[in-house]
């Protein structure tokens, strides 16, 4: 069989970088449930009139083939992201659900975009949201941007990720600055906002005037709210000195300086008002995260408030959630070398094996260790114990375990040292339990 051609978009980890990403996902679970979020799994698959309803990505949907003879069910897709599938979830299940419900989910999702840097048609998210039925207090809003940058925090200080720099603004404040200049189809000039950073102020202002219809002086207006980015609430003294009035942009200063207010002890939250998010279904707080060092990926996580996702006609139930990109992150920094695991597999002693006689001996020792929690593995062949020292380093494990009749001994063959032990009370050093994730120097 010839050698198979990788697919473009479609990332594979190394068992090394495996292991890299089970950290930082078992990191994040950490964070999520000690804030009380219960996980969730919802289908792969969602009927395409679901997730065409939701922003503007109808060309990124990966339809699914199936049958299509008389009798056939509506047209399917794989979902694109984890908050429309939990939307229909919430609806189907809110019978059995208790409100406000915290939901955490980690799921892989498909977009038929052009693979790029931290864009990719196969990728795994790591999603936390807050659900409430027909009203959602504005103070989960900060909840979920204290969840997120504990997430980041712990990321960094665990695992050596780089740090994050969490922004975030209201769209009732962009939206309601835009109504008060007049404008009607805020809608339309959110999505020109979003593309500041892709295509520079110059464009987004001839966007601005020659798709929205909009004066020179409005749309230059719209360009300085969103040059406004501060660490504090001082943003709401710069966007009122820019003189335009609006009691729904009133309503999201003063949400967005709570947020700032309540999150100021995590120092890596600014008010950036230049962040738009391009999905139509965000009403409030809005979110999105850049790793120092890697700007260029643009927002490796972001989220938002969306009152309106989710209704059944009688109720409705409104969120507020964020999203990790777990292989946007990940998938540039191990490609980069920026950060690896201490070794490439789970094991921590290697049971030599000195002769296919006592291969049985040696299996009883590694049970030994393995029932007190210590990964082990015995060694495939009874070679020279110098050929299956270097067995275990080829793979990354730290020690090589030998059974002799004058007693147990076991070898760390990273600096030499062996000696006598019990498969009943040795421990390793803590650090060599298990394999370990460190930024490279």
């Not at 949907?61 to 897709?77: C, L, M, S």
């Not at 500041?196 to 966007?207: F, N």
Request: charged letters at 25%; glycine letters at 10%.
């Amino acid at each position: 069989m010839a050698r198979p051609a990788s697919l473009s978009g479609f990332p594979e980890f190394l068992p090394e970088g495996r292991i890299v990403e089970q950290r930082l996902l078992a990191e994040l679970t950490t964070v999520f449930e000690l804030h009380g979020f219960a996980s969730v799994e919802t289908r792969a698959i969602e009927p395409l009139e679901v997730l065409t309803g939701k922003g503007e990505i109808d060309k990124e949907i990966y339809a699914v083939a199936r049958y299509q003879g008389e009798g056939a069910d509506p047209d399917w897709a794989l979902h694109y992201d984890l908050t429309v599938p939990f939307a229909r979830y919430v609806l189907e299940h809110a019978g059995h659900l208790n409100f406000p419900f915290r939901r955490y989910q980690i799921q892989k999702v498909w977009r038929g975009e052009r693979p790029q840097d931290g864009r990719f048609r196969e990728f795994t998210q790591a999603d936390v949201d807050i659900v409430g039925q027909d009203q959602l207090a504005e103070h989960h809003d900060a909840e979920i941007v204290a969840v997120a940058a504990e997430g980041f925090a712990r990321l960094q200080a665990d695992l050596g990720l780089p740090p994050a720099r969490l922004r975030v603004n209201n769209r009732k404040l962009a939206e309601g600055f835009y109504r008060g200049l007049g404008v009607t189809d805020t809608g339309a000039v959110l999505q020109r906002i979003d593309k500041l950073a892709k295509i520079g102020p110059d464009r987004v202002a001839t966007l601005l005037t020659d798709e929205c219809g909009m004066d020179r002086a409005a749309a230059q207006a719209c360009l300085d709210l969103a040059t406004i980015s501060t660490t504090d609430e001082s943003f709401v003294e710069r966007v009122t000195a820019l003189g335009v009035s609006d009691p729904l942009l009133d309503e999201g200063l003063e949400q967005l300086a709570t947020v700032l207010r309540t999150t100021a002890a995590t120092g890596v939250v600014h008010a950036d008002l230049s962040i738009a998010r391009g999905l139509d279904y965000y009403t409030g707080t809005v979110m999105e995260t850049e790793l120092a060092g890697y700007e260029k990926l643009g927002s490796v996580a972001s989220g938002g408030r969306y009152d309106q996702l989710a209704s059944d006609g009688r109720k409705t139930y409104p969120g507020v959630g964020f999203s990790f990109g777990v292989s946007r992150m990940l998938v540039p920094l191990i490609g980069d070398g920026a950060i690896t695991a201490t070794r490439s597999v789970p094991t921590c002693v290697l049971v030599a094996v000195d002769s296919e006689d006592t291969r049985a001996e040696a299996v009883a020792v590694a049970g030994q260790l393995r029932a007190r929690g210590i990964a082990t593995e015995v060694a495939p062949t009874a070679d020279k114990f110098g050929k299956q020292i270097r067995h275990a380093d080829r793979r990354g494990i730290p020690y090589v375990w030998f059974s002799r009749e004058d007693g147990d001994q076991v070898k760390d063959i990273r600096s030499g040292d062996q000696v006598a032990t019990d498969p009943q009370t040795w421990l390793p050093p803590q650090e060599d339990l298990r394999p370990r994730v460190h930024p490279v120097t």
